[in-house]
């Protein structure tokens, strides 16, 4: 059964850091492209970061350089490490694998998490 379990999420003031975790199905893991994709209340959802097959990381334009993308291939588990967060990165955070197009501008995927809120208060 393919699994994708998400933690890491919260509230937390602006400048303030977390680390979102999505531990996958060993069966999922790294054979697809990989990454987080975020919805915020009434607007549409949007691809945040990327890793490929071959390890290469790619960002939206609104997070380089404060987010980072990694994995721990002995646990099957991708981060987010979000730094200086920001209000508007306030959301729902999505870990998505086998992601349709293996850009920052893919919206959809073939396994998705549940979903982890993060919160980000000015």
């Known amino acids: 059964q393919v699994q994708l379990v998400e933690s890491g999420g919260g509230s937390v003031q602006a400048g303030g850091s977390l680390r979102l975790s999505c531990a996958a199905s060993a069966y999922i893991y790294k054979r697809y492209c990989m990454g987080w994709l975020r919805q915020a209340s009434g607007k549409e959802r949007e691809g945040v970061a990327i890793v490929d097959l071959y390890g290469t990381t790619s960002y939206a334009d609104s997070v380089k350089g404060r987010f980072t993308i990694s994995t721990d291939n002995a646990k099957n588990t991708l981060y987010l490490e979000m730094n200086s967060l920001k209000p508007e990165d306030t959301a729902m955070y999505y870990c998505?694998?086998?992601?349709?197009?293996?850009?920052?501008?893919?919206?959809?995927?073939?396994?998705r998490g549940q979903g982890t809120q993060v919160t980000v208060s000015s």
């Open positions: 998505a694998i086998g992601l349709f197009e293996c850009t920052t501008q893919a919206r959809a995927s073939r396994y």
